[in-house]
Structures are given as structure tokens and as C-alpha cells.
């Protein structure tokens, strides 16, 4: 029988038991409370107005229930989806809230977990590390350099506070130099959102919806553009980096953002690599995108696909479910809606090869994946 395309996702989270440790040995957000009701999950109180003490504890902040920590559970999900290869990444808030002598001891403790879950399922499970960004830049450099001994990190996942003060600074060159000589890509992923101040005094009444579909997007923006505008790629040209959800609105907005640098006084002049006169970085946002960006498939809709395909090529996109988060609304269903959506949006709008790249190619190129040729069996990818 010949083998089916591989599907990979390269998008899905997990909270290792190192991490899991850490939130509970905490009392300031983020951390782990644990209900007094027998066998309740314990609830991660995540985000600032999580930490209410007027709600009952198991109202506050959301359940962490096994899909979010147990590796078996996420390889049924797999199972269950036809995936053939999954790239875990630990799941916000990282590591950005420790002390900078606790960072490097907890990123080598997460990291040694990942590697070691992923070598038990050989081919089956690679990881994005985590990087101590509390740290200073040597010792952030240091867990780089470490990584090379972890076979199964193919990258390194990052929020978008960098060092305190966002992506576009330049403290943060030295890590940027030993990620782009290691090429490692970044996983470029939000947390933060915007400030809620923006959703309004009736915020509370649409719970999560402003911040995660809106916030979580510009955040992704935001945090890109202005490694952009501040020359990031100019100075790493051999960059890689993976942006979550297709890029926020990096793709929509692409067009914008760039007529906005050529009439922005501010920035000198001079001659782009097609010898007219511009303003700003000196590579162009298209080249950049073409050159360094990958995004995600993570965005619910073929409009969605076909304009992170149109920006950065369909050999730069790849498929991913955010695994545990946006789970079937009925509980125990097999099949998650939110998956199903992301692949039919996938193959929906791309031809046999695009699908192809997307679904798998694309991220066995990217990261390097070694998968063996049984895992790739009954792909639901019919006539590809
Ligand atoms: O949409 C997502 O990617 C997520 C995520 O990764 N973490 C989270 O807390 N909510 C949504
Ligand atoms: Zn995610």
C-alpha cells in the first residue's frame, strides 16, 4: 500500500510536568489553584483578572485537564486526526514572569522534558523549545547554544515581550545572531493582547472573545512589525521565523503597514535592493515576508489560507490545530470541530500540491523532521 502524504501539525501545546511543578509552587499569577473539589482539574489562573477572590475558585481562570499535560492524550488527538507528526510547544505564559537567576535553571528543567517526551515517540513528537527571557542575553544564548544537544527541538517558541521591552529592541541582537547561526526558527506566538482598557466597560460580558480573536492577532502584528521597523531582518537576513494564527493580519494589513513606512518622514532615505528611493528598513516588507516568514494555518477560514499563501507562497504555510485549546463543544466528541475547520479550509482552497506542502511538506522541510514512512498511513487527505 503506498503511504499517504504526512500531516504535521506544528501548532499544538503542552503543559510538561517541570511546567506544571512550577505554577503550583506559585502564588502570583501565573499559578495553579486547586479546587477542594475531589478529582476537579486544577484551574490555571493565567492572566491578572483571572486572579479574582471574589469568584469561587472553581470559576476562576480556566481547567487544566489532562489534553493539557498528558502526552498519551495528545497522541490519541493525533490519532484520531490523521497526524502523522505533531511539534509541541509549551503552551503561554512561558517562562517571561521568573526572576532572571530562576529562568535558565526552569528552561533547561522544560527543555530536557520536551526532548525526552519526543525521543520515547521517535518520529512522532518533535518540540519548540522555550528560552529564559527574564535571563540576560549570555545566558539566553547559553540555552541556544545548549539546544543543539536536544536532537528533537527543531526551534524555539517566543512570546512577544522579548526582553521586557518588546521584539524591535536591540539587547536582544545577541540572540537573534545565535538563532539565526543555529537556524533555528522562531515560533512566533502571542499572549498578551492588547490592553483591555480597548474592550470596553462591557468587556466582561463577551468573556474571551475580544482578547483571543482580536487581541491575540494585532499582538502578532504589532510584535513583527516592529522587528521590521527596527531593521531586525536587515541585520539577521537568514532569519526564520513561524508566525501563529497566519501572521495575525500581517497579510491583510501588509499593504498598509508598507505604504505607511514610504510616507513616514521620520525614517532616512535610501536606495532598496530595486535601486528606487525608499524610506525605512532597507529590505522591503514583501522581501522579508518571502524570505524569512513561514505562518500557520491557524485561521478558521479559506480567506484566511489564501492570504497567508498569497503573501509568503504556499510552500511557507503550515497546518496546524492549537491543540488542547478550542476543544469539541459537546464533550468526548472524537472529531474536533476546530481541526476540521482549519484542514477543510486548508484543502478547500488550495490545489493537490498546495495542500500537500501545507498539510506536511512544508514543515518536514522547514524543520528538518525525520518521519517513518508507516506514520504516514491513512492520511484522511483522500486523492492526494
Ligand atoms: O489560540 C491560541 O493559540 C491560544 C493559545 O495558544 N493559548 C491560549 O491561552 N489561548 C489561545
Ligand atoms: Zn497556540
Redesign the pocket.
Given at each position: 500500500m503506498a503511504s499517504e502524504p504526512p500531516v504535521i501539525d506544528i501548532?499544538t501545546?503542552i503543559y510538561p510536568s517541570s511546567y506544571i511543578s512550577l505554577l503550583r509552587s506559585r502564588t502570583t499569577v501565573p499559578y495553579l489553584l486547586y479546587p477542594f473539589e475531589k478529582g476537579a482539574s486544577p484551574r490555571l489562573i493565567?492572566l491578572p483578572s483571572d486572579d479574582d477572590s471574589s469568584l469561587p475558585p472553581e470559576s476562576r481562570g480556566?481547567p487544566i485537564d489532562p489534553s493539557y499535560t498528558d502526552i498519551g492524550v495528545k497522541l490519541k488527538f493525533m490519532s484520531n486526526h490523521h497526524i502523522t507528526a505533531s511539534v509541541i510547544s509549551l503552551?503561554?505564559?512561558w517562562l517571561d514572569f521568573l526572576s532572571p537567576k530562576e529562568g535558565p535553571k526552569w528552561a533547561r528543567m522544560i527543555n530536557d522534558e520536551l526532548e525526552f517526551t519526543c525521543s520515547r515517540d521517535q518520529g512522532k513528537l518533535w518540540a519548540f523549545a522555550t528560552l529564559p527571557l527574564s535571563a540576560s542575553p549570555l545566558d539566553i544564548v547559553t540555552e541556544v547554544d545548549r539546544l543543539q544537544t536536544l536532537p528533537h527541538i527543531r526551534g524555539i517558541i517566543l512570546g512577544t515581550t522579548g526582553l521586557g521591552n518588546g521584539l524591535d529592541d536591540p539587547n536582544l541582537d545577541s540572540i537573534w545572531a545565535a538563532l539565526e547561526e543555529k537556524q533555528l526558527p522562531i515560533f512566533l506566538?502571542?499572549?498578551y493582547g492588547l490592553p483591555s482598557s480597548l474592550y470596553g466597560p462591557r468587556a466582561s460580558e463577551y468573556g474571551?472573545v475580544l482578547p483571543?480573536s482580536l487581541g491575540?492577532p494585532m499582538e502578532t502584528t504589532i510584535a513583527f512589525t516592529r522587528m521590521w521597523l527596527s531593521g531586525v531582518f536587515d541585520r539577521y537576513p537568514k532569519l526564520k521565523l513561524l508566525i501563529?494564527?497566519s501572521g495575525g493580519t500581517i497579510p491583510f494589513l501588509a499593504g498598509r503597514i508598507d505604504s505607511c513606512v514610504k510616507h513616514e518622514r521620520h525614517f532616512p532615505e535610501h536606495s532598496n535592493e530595486y535601486g528606487e528611493k525608499s524610506r525605512g528598513p532597507e529590505r522591503s516588507l514583501d522581501r522579508v515576508l518571502f524570505d524569512n516568514i513561514w505562518l500557520d494555518a491557524?485561521v478558521y477560514s479559506e480567506t484566511g489560507v489564501r492570504a497567508a499563501v498569497d503573501k509568503v507562497s504556499y510552500k511557507k504555510v503550515l497546518f496546524g490545530t492549537?491543540h488542547p485549546?478550542?476543544p469539541p463543544l459537546e464533550g468526548g466528541a472524537e472529531k474536533w470541530a476546530s481541526v476540521e475547520t482549519n484542514f477543510d479550509a486548508v484543502t478547500g482552497g488550495q490545489d493537490n500540491a498546495g495542500s500537500r506542502a501545507i498539510l506536511g511538506g512544508n514543515a518536514i522541510e522547514l524543520l528538518g523532521l525525520e518521519i517513518n514512512p508507516g506514520e504516514a498511513e491513512n492520511s484522511p487527505v483522500e486523492g492526494l
Open positions: 501548532h501545546h493565567i480556566r503552551a503561554n505564559p506566538h502571542p499572549h474571551h483571543l491575540f501563529a494564527h491557524v492549537d485549546f478550542f
